[in-house]
């Protein structure tokens, strides 16, 4: 079975400090992992996927395979980061996908 | 470019009815995902389509059923409602089958009574 599991429902952060949300993953194969957000009134959108290795609006996403985890990193987190964050998984062929049941991130001013 | 579009945005049944929900995908996109987003859950995979046909489907039963047409907007139809098939239902279009990035719809509200 393909699981994504983000043990946190609300995570809560003051400006300034990192933030870490967590994501992991239990799936037979190799997949691909991405993490959407979603601000307040607008819609779910890409926020990164783990084969571009890039950087976007200063988070960051590690796939570690061993401990199946790909948890969402800032160092320096903003008031616009609030946000809800959604973990998501899609098999090779690309035409399934799972998604956790999201963190809603609170940056506190 | 349009983004993905979603009709209609709220809508209304009672339990056993039919209903049909629509989506236009994003210009050039030839690939539509839906899912169903209960409160408070993160969106359930129903099924994709890539050019008229469906090429994945998740864990719902036959009475979910799709069509996706030659312009490539999409329809989601279900069947014999149920009152837990009250949620938010997202589509998604990407760019090929092979591109994971998707652009999502702002959904469309179905509560069924």
């Known amino acids: 079975a393909q699981r994504v599991t983000q043990p946190e429902k609300l995570l809560s952060v003051f400006k300034g400090a990192p933030v870490e949300l967590k994501c992991n993953y239990s799936?037979?194969?190799?997949?691909?992992l991405f993490w959407y957000v979603q601000y307040s009134r607008q819609r779910l959108q890409l926020l990164l996927r783990?084969?571009s290795r890039e950087s976007i609006k200063g988070f960051t996403a590690d796939l570690n395979k061993g401990e199946t985890s790909f948890h969402l990193k800032k160092p320096f987190a903003q008031e616009e980061d609030s946000a809800m964050y959604y973990c998501?998984?899609?098999?090779?062929?690309?035409?399934?996908?799972?998604f956790g049941t999201g963190t809603s991130l609170t940056v506190i001013p | 470019e349009t983004g993905v579009t979603q009709s209609p945005t709220h809508l209304i049944k009672t339990r056993g009815q039919q209903v049909t929900l629509r989506c236009s995908s994003q210009?050039?996109?030839?690939?539509v995902s839906w899912y169903q987003q209960a409160l408070g859950q993160g969106p359930q995979f129903i099924f994709q389509?890539?050019?008229?046909?469906?090429?994945g489907r998740g864990n719902f039963p036959p009475r979910f059923s799709g069509l996706q047409f030659p312009n490539y907007s999409s329809e989601l139809n279900v069947n014999a409602l149920e009152l837990d098939d009250s949620a938010l239902y997202l589509c998604?279009?990407?760019?090929?089958?092979?591109?994971?990035?998707?652009?999502f719809g702002p959904g469309t509200r179905l509560t069924v009574l």
């Open positions: 998604a279009s990407s760019l090929d089958i092979f591109t994971d990035t998707q652009y």
């Open positions: 799936y037979s194969g190799s997949p691909e």
């Open positions: 783990h084969i």
């Open positions: 998501a998984l899609s098999g090779v062929s690309g035409n399934q996908f799972y």
């Open positions: 210009s050039g996109h030839n690939t």
């Open positions: 389509y890539y050019r008229e046909e469906e090429n």
